[in-house]
T-cell receptor
Framework: TAGITQAPTSQILAAGRSMTLRCTQD?????MYWYRQDLGLGLRLIHY???????GKGEVPDGYSVSRANTDDFPLTLASAVPSQTSVYFC????????????FGAGSRLTVL | GQNIDQPTEMTATEGAIVQINCTYQ??????LFWYQQHAGEAPTFLSY??LDGLEEKGRFSSFLSRSKGYSYLLLKELQMKDSASYLC??????????WGAGTKLIIKP
């Protein structure tokens, strides 16, 4: 069972460049989420999608965009990366928006220099 | 503002019992969650509490007091594999999850 697949696992990016983090799930979950995890801070929600075709802004959406063209895929794009976007990014999904269990991907470690 | 507080780090001995506390102040309450995260890995779901009281699941138990804005995760018969970070999260009135920074648990032989 694959669950959620994230790519790349890690990436070093020059400031000002664009980058898309990929996220694919095979559980047919309706809701998907992007979080960033920084040392000393809790997971912070960047963007979410309650169902295919809809997206919403989380706590820290600036500098990021998402799309949800179908149920399985939820890519996160950084249009022009800045060093403060250095973080570990986790994609997650749940059966529905109010479901009790989130399933997380393995994470993508991004370093912006 | 919304806030979740939990200790940064705790140390315990293999075979012992440890209690990890979590206090919260949020806009509304729709459940409290505990997740386990091993270093370099994804968080995985441990428990969910929405009513006051104790929920037991094997060696792990989670307690909730909504009036006190307080929860704890109790780990019994500690094993070396329990070395991990434990994340407390509260679902607020907008059904958004607010996460604590996590408690790193170090198990010593």
């Amino acid at each position: 069972t694959a669950g959620i697949t994230q790519a790349p696992t890690s990436q070093i990016l020059a400031a000002g460049r664009s980058m898309t983090l990929r996220c694919t799930q095979d559980m047919r979950h309706n809701a998907m989420y992007w979080y960033r995890q920084d040392l000393g801070l809790g997971l912070r929600l960047i963007h979410y999608s309650n169902t295919a075709g809809t997206t919403g802004k989380g706590e820290v959406p600036d500098g990021y965009s998402v799309s949800r063209a179908n149920t399985d895929d939820f890519p996160l794009t950084l249009a022009s990366a800045v060093p403060s976007q250095t973080s570990v990014y986790f994609c997650a999904s749940s059966e529905t928006t109010g479901a009790n269990v989130l399933t997380f991907g393995a994470g993508s470690r991004l370093t912006v220099l | 503002g919304q806030n979740i507080d939990q200790p940064t780090e705790m140390t315990a001995t293999e075979g012992a019992i440890v209690q990890i506390n979590c206090t919260y102040q949020t806009s509304g309450f729709n459940g409290l969650f505990w997740y386990q995260q091993h270093a370099g890995e994804a968080p995985t779901f441990l428990s969910y509490n929405v009513l006051d009281g104790l929920e037991e699941k094997g060696r792990f138990s989670s307690f909730l007091s909504r009036s006190k804005g307080y929860s704890y995760l109790l780990l019994k018969e500690l094993q070396m594999k329990d070395s991990a970070s434990y994340l407390c999260a509260v679902r607020d009135s907008n059904y958004q999850l607010i996460w604590g920074a996590g408690t790193k648990l170090i198990i010593k032989p």
